[in-house]
């Protein structure tokens, strides 16, 4: 059986008109992808490239200038497209004043949940973000992280099969969005699809099939991961240490690039021959082989390497893991 | 240090306070005086920017009018130019306020001597509170006490006795119009004791009421003869000698009976006539 | 309608919670004890002056957590984002406003209940008798439900696109042009021209007639309000009301939340 396309856009285009001279704002330029049922999408950029407009057009707070869009078949002007829609906004916010579970039940009611079993939905729900412990504060008091948390309760309280979360990982620390990782992995695992835009480029690379990069308002690339590295070794990286002061000389004329670290030396090489040889260069000298490492374009070179390009000067940040 | 400072200014601050307050005590009492009536606003114009809350502010300026009303006993010689202007705004704004017709329009008259504004309103109150009859008794009292108008008054008083439904009145509105002293009034006054005569509820005010109508009839007879007398003057330039002179030169159908039961003296001396029964025409004379 | 009515629920919940309501609410009860010593001050006629207050304050408090709440609550859902994750749930825009719409009359009816209870404490404690009631005063209160619906539905429909504070002057000032139309039109129906006329007739759709949905004057004077006179004013209050609160769902079905 073949997957059902879970979301499909079609030339999805969107233009403010803002100020009081009503001057053109174009957010977003013709994009057109489709993701398959199952699949877990990528959508990657800096900010202002046109992720969130995206993603609001397709949960309908926003209504598309041109193009169109589809959830499983459905057009997102029906309303009832969105029943079957999970989503988390960037920086998500909700009422102060109520408890977490009174928020999934509002929630819950208007996705069409009710009694008993949105009362068990909810429970389970914030067992599984791991706000249990919390169930008795009010909102007002909850960290980033936990509001977070409870946003992606909200997301899947209704078991939809279909997630868009905008900045997932956005507020949590590492522990977080480890466990968000997880949780992404594991729904679809259990065969939800899923869509999410984020600008650190390193959660994509752990966890999507399939990668779509925007950038000012223009989808400049979409395709599996595989497909958009650039498979071949770039360079082979050598780490050393234990050698004279005078040899650092010697080893960076042979290498691509060089440099001291606390650890040891770091040098590059165009191919694993010239690195192979300097390894031995190094061990016939006395020091010691730390690593040889061959590198892969890793996704940040593949964005920049499109961005410019593309003409664009734009640059995505690369914040750690 | 902030602590310091800001310790200081409450200090300095309250000490401003204090001291100024007792100095402008005089001030903070003349504070909302009125002092020049053509400065009050329109009461149309009030109710257009009320907000829907003409009541409330048809009372807040009825109070205003209270203190008003006090002032002169508080500090002597002021006028109460303002009193009208004043009760006129009240009553643009709540035209209903029958209490504020009737003090404004008494203390027009009584306390301000401004007679004709005192009518003003209470007419103005007549109209827009049909049913309150302290405001054409009080036209009444203006007109006989103040302004010689006693045709106008006896009828001013027949209505508050038609309004108040008290028959009472009908008493003072006939002797209103014996006062008053025209034909007009003498009918008016009979067949409005007429009317009273049907809804007394006791004797005693059926027996007063019956005793009135008998000397009104009798003094709009007296008068009747006192007219053909005057006539007869003004034509042969003495007196008659005889009654039966009126009835011969046709100024008198013929001597007219006594409704009190005696007979129609003439006195040719003094040219008058009276009511063996009742005497002379005197309607001031308080008697039965 | 579940889905409408869950958010008129949480509606009530954020105004009560909130305690956006209890000092203005206290404030009004307060005015009315206050009345007591006011009617002091006057000669004669003191229960009056009583009824009045209580009447009027709230009205002026009723209307002002109208305006006041109902731009708050709406506007602080978008400006807070509270409302991404619920709008984006099937429940359409309508639903939405008309959710608001009901927690928020549901809320100054609460209120409503509040003062017009001390209200009636603070004139039984005057004139130690209940026949007040009889008289005017569930007509005077009841239909001040009327006058604050049509406030909610204006607060809503201009915090459904505009700023807060543009919300509010413009509610105000439309509530306001409603007092004084309902004062002014029997002048300008009998002008000869016939401009006036047609004035007339084209601001008795456009402004609310605040001074029809006004019975403050039957508590003061004891007026009987027939049954039919009194449910054909709430029905034009309410219908005027829904109008609105139509146009606000078409406003905002319309407006991208950014």
């Known amino acids: 059986m073949t997957a059902r396309t879970a979301l499909e856009t079609e030339s999805l285009g969107k233009t403010y008109r803002l100020g009081l001279r009503l001057r053109s704002v174009i957010a977003l330029d013709g994009l057109s992808l489709r993701v398959e049922e199952g699949s877990i999408f990528g959508f990657v950029g800096p900010n202002g490239a046109g992720k969130s407009t995206t993603i609001k057009i397709l949960v309908g707070l926003i209504a598309p200038s041109r193009g169109s869009a589809s959830i499983f078949g459905r057009p997102i002007a029906d309303p009832t497209s969105r029943q079957v829609v999970g989503y988390l906004p960037e920086n998500p916010a909700f009422h102060d004043f109520l408890r977490p579970l009174e928020v999934l039940e509002l929630r819950g009611k208007l996705s069409g949940l009710g009694g008993r079993d949105l009362k068990r939905r909810s429970e389970e729900v914030l067992e599984l973000v791991g706000l249990s412990q919390a169930r008795d504060l009010t909102v007002r008091k909850f960290s980033k992280g936990m509001v977070q948390r409870l946003g992606l309760a909200q997301a899947v309280l209704h078991d939809p099969p279909l997630l868009i979360l905008d900045e997932p990982m956005s507020g949590l620390d590492p522990i977080g969005r480890k466990d968000v990782r997880d949780l992404l992995v594991d729904l679809r695992r259990r065969g939800k699809t899923l869509f999410f835009s984020t600008h650190i480029l390193n959660d994509v690379e752990t966890t999507c099939d399939r990668v779509g990069m925007v950038l000012k308002g223009r989808l400049v690339a979409e395709g599996s991961l595989a497909a958009l590295l650039d498979g071949s070794v770039k360079s082979v990286e050598l780490r050393c240490a234990g050698l004279a002061e005078e040899q650092f000389a010697t080893m960076r004329a042979m290498a691509l690039d060089g440099s001291r670290g606390p650890e040891g030396w770091t040098f590059s090489f165009a191919d694993p021959g010239g690195a192979n040889q300097a390894a031995g260069r190094v061990l016939s000298l006395g020091g010691s082989v730390l690593s040889l490492l061959p590198l892969r374009e890793t996704l940040e070179q593949s964005f920049v390497r499109l961005a410019t390009s593309d003409g664009q000067a734009a640059a995505p940040s690369t914040a750690n893991a | ?73 508080l500090a002597p010689g002021r006028g109460l130019d303002a009193l009208h202007p004043l009760g006129e705004i009240v009553t643009d704004l709540d035209p209903r306020y029958g209490y504020a017709y009737q003090v404004v329009g008494s203390n027009l008259s009584g306390l301000a001597h401004r007679v004709s504004e005192s009518d003003r309103i209470l007419e103005k109150g007549v109209r827009n509170v049909p049913d309150r009859w302290t405001l054409p008794f009080l036209l009444a009292f203006n007109k006989f006490f103040y302004e010689g108008d006693f045709a106008g008054a006896a009828a001013w008083a027949r209505r508050a006795a038609e309004v108040g439904k008290r028959p009472q009145l009908a008493l003072l509105a006939a002797n209103l119009a014996l006062v008053a002293n025209t034909e007009d009034q003498y009918q008016a006054s009979i067949s409005f004791l007429e009317l009273s005569l049907q809804q007394a509820e006791t004797l005693e005010l059926r027996e007063q009421l019956e005793q009135r109508m008998v000397k009104v009839r009798t003094y709009q007879v007296l008068s009747r003869v006192e007219r053909a007398i005057e006539a007869f003057r003004a034509r042969n330039l003495r007196p008659p000698l005889v009654l039966e002179e009126l009835v011969w030169s046709g100024l008198l159908p013929r001597i007219p009976a006594d409704p009190s039961g005696g007979t129609i003296e003439y006195d040719p001396w003094a040219g008058s006539v009276r009511s063996s029964a009742l005497g002379p025409r005197d309607p001031l004379r308080v008697t039965q | 309608m579940t889905r409408t009515l869950a958010i008129a629920a949480n509606t009530v919940r954020e105004a009560l919670r909130e305690r956006l309501l209890y000092n203005l609410v206290i404030f009004a009860v307060l005015l009315s004890a206050a009345s007591l010593t006011v009617s002091q001050l006057t000669l004669g006629e ?60 549901a809320t100054v009816g609460l209120n409503l209940v509040v003062m017009a209870l001390a209200s009636a404490l603070v004139i039984f404690a005057y004139t130690r008798s209940a026949t007040f009631l009889a008289s005017g005063f569930f007509a005077a209160f009841g239909l001040m439900l009327a006058q604050f619906a049509v406030c909610v539905a204006l607060a809503v429909l201009f915090a459904s696109f505009s700023t807060p504070t543009l919300a509010v002057i413009f509610t105000l000032t439309l509530v306001g042009a409603g007092f004084v139309f309902s004062e002014i039109r029997p002048f300008w129906l009998a002008s000869d021209r016939v401009q006036m006329k047609q004035l007339v007739h084209v601001l008795d759709f456009v402004l609310p007639n605040m001074g029809l949905l006004d019975a403050k004057e039957a508590l003061t004077y004891g007026d009987p309000v027939s049954l039919r006179s009194f449910a054909t004013r709430l029905a034009y209050g309410f219908g005027y009301a829904g109008v609105v609160v139509a146009l606000a769902a078409q406003v905002f079905s319309r407006r991208d939340i950014r």
């Not at chain 2, 400072?5 to 000490?15: P, R």
């Open chain 2, 1 to 73: 240090m902030r602590g310091a400072g800001t310790a200081a200014l409450l200090a300095l601050s309250a000490a401003a306070v204090a001291l100024a307050r007792p100095a402008l005590a005089p001030e903070a009492l003349a504070a909302g005086r009125i002092r020049d009536p053509a400065w009050l606003p329109s009461g149309k114009l009030l109710r257009l920017a009320s907000f829907g809350q003409r009541l409330l502010l048809a009372d807040l300026y009825w109070l205003k009018t209270v203190a008003y009303m006090g002032e002169p006993f």
């Open chain 3, 46 to 105: 003191q229960y009056r002056i009583i009824a009045d207050v209580s009447t009027s304050s709230t009205q002026l408090f009723g209307i002002l957590i109208s305006v006041f709440v109902g731009v708050a609550l709406v506007s602080r859902e978008i400006d807070r984002r509270t409302a991404y994750a619920m709008l984006a749930r099937p429940v359409s825009r309508a639903d939405f406003i008309l959710g608001k719409f009901i927690g928020l009359v």
